[in-house]
Every structure is written in C-alpha cells, then in structure tokens.
C-alpha cells in the first residue's frame, strides 16, 4: 500500500506563509491523496540535519521560502536546468533516495503576467529590477526568458554586480544615484526588495518622472497595496501585486509532486483577498 504524500514549506520564520491555504485547496479540489500540507521552521544553522530528518519521517515534497533557498540549492543532488540558472532552490522533492531542486519562481512570475504587459511592457523594452536577493534572480530570469532588456538596481551595488555575473544574461547595473536619470525609460519597474513589508516604505523611485505606460509590479502580496504601488496607483500607472506569482509558482510544485497542474480559481483568490 502507497503512504499519502507528505507535503510542506520551510522557512525561518515560516509562521507568515499563505502557502497551506493555497496547496490544502488544491489537494482538496482535485482529490489527491496527501496529508495536510504544513508550515515548518527550519534554522538555517541546522538545516541539512532537520531536513533530513524530515525525508526520514516520509516528505516527499517542500516548498523553501525566505532565507532558506540558497541552502537548499547546495543540498539537492539533482538540480533543474532553471535552478542552476538561478543559483536558487524553491522546491525539494525527495524520491527514490535522491533529492531534486527546482526553481518554480521563475515559471510563477511568468504565469502570473497578462499577455499584454508582456507585449507591450517587456518584450524589446527596457525593465528595471529593484533588488539583487534571491527573488531578483528569479526576476531577471524570467525577463529574459520573455525577451526584455534587463537593468538591476540594488541598494549595495556590489550585489547587483555579482548577481549579473552569475546570471550570465545580458543585463546592465544602475547605480543608484543615477536612478532618476533612467528611470523615465523603463516600461517595466519590479520591486523585489524588502522595502513595503511591515511598515517600510519604498521610496527608491521617484514616480513624477516614470513614463505613464510603464507597468508596476511589487513582488510583496502583504499588504496588497504597498507605497510603491500606492504612489504608481496615483498616477495612474497600471500595477500588480506578488499574489499571483505566489499562486502560480505553487501550481508549478503541485504539478512536479501530484502530476496535476492546478486552476488559479476566483475561489482560491477570493479565500486569500479575505485574509
Ligand atoms: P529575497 O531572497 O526575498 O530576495 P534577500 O536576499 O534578503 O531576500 O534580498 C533582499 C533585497 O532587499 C536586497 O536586494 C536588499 O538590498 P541589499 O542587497 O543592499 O541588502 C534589499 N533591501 C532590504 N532592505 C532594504 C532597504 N532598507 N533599502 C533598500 N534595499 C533594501
């Protein structure tokens, strides 16, 4: 007899994570035959002995949030073209005594743009990456992949650098303090930094000098609105939230684990706007 599957994410702290709501619905909807997907706490200082613990309970799959997937990259035994790519590991999936790393975020963030933002906002033009974090190169990753012109800008420009070495796609680095200077010509602006969460503001663009047809993403769902999209909101400039991308790069490892792709519903979305 086959054992339900064992699913979850870890992190530190992992306690914020909407992701059970998001892979209970789901195993739920579509019938599959796992246990409640859980929240777990991994140090980072102790995370090859606690997560092989856990393959020794019976895991079969995790999802690895903040600051735990640069740890999980140099874990898996068997690395995805797209997670070598990005250096960054943000689902495990342990069979057949091997574990395997992948990186759904860049397929996620993909997924989660409409057809339009990628043709008229990406495609051929110029878009600007705030931040050089784990989140950027997944960023920048899918950019590329999507045929736009990539700018980095990242508060300690030394990490930025680095992150475009190691990416090996074309890309420029802007220093900060030239922001202002180019800013007026990025159809595409995504903030992959920190800044909104809690009761941070981000204030790296100046919004009065953004082009109005440019496109705003915050990879921040919590809050909703964030002041980056909050001052992009004001000027009528068209904005997304991170919930998507959330949503859709969970699909991506429920079908790696299940072999079953999974709807983005308005149920789902409507249960995650309530929270
Ligand atoms: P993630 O894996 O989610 O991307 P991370 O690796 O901790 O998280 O990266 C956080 C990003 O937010 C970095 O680009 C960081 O800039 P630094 O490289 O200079 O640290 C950026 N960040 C965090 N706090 C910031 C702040 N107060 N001002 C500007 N950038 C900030």
């Keep these: 007899m086959t054992q339900s599957k ?3 994410v870890i992190g530190f702290p992992v306690d ?4 059970p709501i998001i892979h209970n619905h789901w195993i739920k909807e579509n019938n599959i035959d796992a246990v409640n997907y859980e929240k777990i706490n991994i140090d980072p200082k102790h995370f090859e002995k606690e997560v092989c613990a856990l393959i020794e309970s019976g895991i079969s799959g995790l999802n690895v949030t903040v600051p735990l997937k640069e740890l999980a990259f140099s874990f898996a035994k068997e690395l995805t073209d797209v997670s070598k ?4 590991v943000n689902t495990l999936t342990f ?5 395997c790393g992948d990186n759904t975020d860049v397929i996620g963030f993909q997924r989660s743009l409409d057809q339009k933002v990628v043709d008229h906002n990406i495609y051929n033009k110029n878009c600007l990456v705030l931040g050089a974090g784990g989140a950027a190169r997944a960023v920048v990753c899918a950019i590329h992949n999507l045929g736009g012109r990539v700018y980095i800008c990242n508060r300690t420009l030394e990490k930025a650098e680095q992150i475009q070495r190691f990416l090996q796609t074309e890309s420029e680095v802007v220093d900060q303090k030239d922001l202002g200077d180019v800013v007026g010509e990025m159809q595409f602006i995504v903030n992959t930094t920190s800044l909104g969460l809690g009761n941070t503001n981000n204030t790296m ?4 000098k953004v ?3 440019a496109f705003v ?25 991170g919930i998507k991308m959330l949503v859709e790069q969970a699909a991506e490892s429920f079908n790696i684990w299940h072999n079953v792709l999974p709807k983005n519903s308005d149920l789902l979305m409507n249960k995650l706007e309530g929270l």
């Design 6 to 8: 064992k699913t979850g």
């Design 16 to 19: 914020h994570s909407i992701s």
């Design 85 to 88: 790519q990005t250096g960054a």
């Design 95 to 99: 069979k057949k005594g091997t574990v």
């Design 205 to 208: 663009i100046n919004f009065t």
């Design 211 to 213: 082009d109005q047809g």
């Design 217 to 241: 993403y915050d990879l921040i769902y919590n809050p909703k609105l964030t002041s980056f999209l909050s001052d992009a909101q004001k000027r009528n400039i068209q904005y997304q939230n």
